[in-house]
Antibody, heavy 122, light 109 residues
């Protein structure tokens, strides 16, 4: 069965960076784009971007351009999301989600990781 | 960026009754719309994609309709496990930016 298992909660200081991992199993990792979505406390869902695990190609939401880096390690079927220059309003649960493409760059998400809480506090 | 607006923000319905949730797009998204259910402390779960196709394992009491800018999620007979927050998501625009509605909280009346 498809599973996305994320790394554990993190506490970071403002200005630091955080790197969250997402290990995939139960399917061919390189066959589906991996997306990252975050959710601030009590708020809605916000798409951050995606990575093509096959090529490593990325597409980031404009809001996060220059601060987010998505990478992958195909040898261990794991995707990573690194967010730099953290601010207090980056405090959120970060999810990885497998994208199903209905057309180039048009995705919905059929499987999600369990989420990783990142807390940014001085 | 396409803005997705869900209404109402909170919906109070009794178990066994029908619930109707709305999602409006600021411009046409064709049928490129999905619905998710999220319970406290859990990740979202895909319910509907392509505006009206139920995802694998989703009960038939969940149905989606609409196209263009107006969409509806209907839960025909509410069960206790259906009380949650529901989000719509569009995946139509270019350059690719995926956007979600702000959510509708479905609570027990």
């Amino acid at each position: 069965q498809v599973q996305l298992v994320q790394s554990g909660a993190e506490v970071k200081k403002p200005g630091a960076s955080v790197k969250v991992s997402c290990k995939a199993s139960g399917y061919t990792f390189t066959g589906y784009y991996m997306h990252w979505v975050r959710q601030a406390p009590g708020q809605g869902l916000e798409w951050m971007g995606r990575i093509n695990p096959n090529s490593g190609g990325t597409n980031y939401a404009q809001k996060f351009q220059g601060r987010v880096t998505m990478t992958r390690d195909t040898s261990i079927s794991t995707a990573y999301m690194e967010l730099s220059r953290l601010r207090s309003d980056d405090t959120a649960v970060y999810y990885c989600a497998r994208g199903i493409a209905v057309a180039p760059e048009r995705y919905y998400f059929d499987y999600w990781g369990q989420g990783t809480l990142v807390t940014v506090s001085s | 960026e396409i803005v997705m607006t869900q209404s109402p923000a909170t919906l109070s319905v009794s178990p066994g009754e029908r619930a109707t949730l709305s999602c409006r797009a600021s411009q046409s998204v064709s049928s490129n719309l999905a619905w998710y259910q999220q319970k406290p402390g859990q990740a979202p779960r895909l319910l509907i994609y392509g505006a009206s196709t139920r995802a694998t394992g989703i009960p038939a009491r969940f149905s989606g309709s609409g196209s263009g800018t107006e969409f509806t999620l209907t839960i025909s007979s509410l069960q206790s496990e259906d009380f949650a927050v529901y989000y719509c998501q569009q995946y139509n625009n270019w350059p690719p930016t995926i956007t979600f509605g702000q959510g509708t909280r479905l609570e027990i009346k």
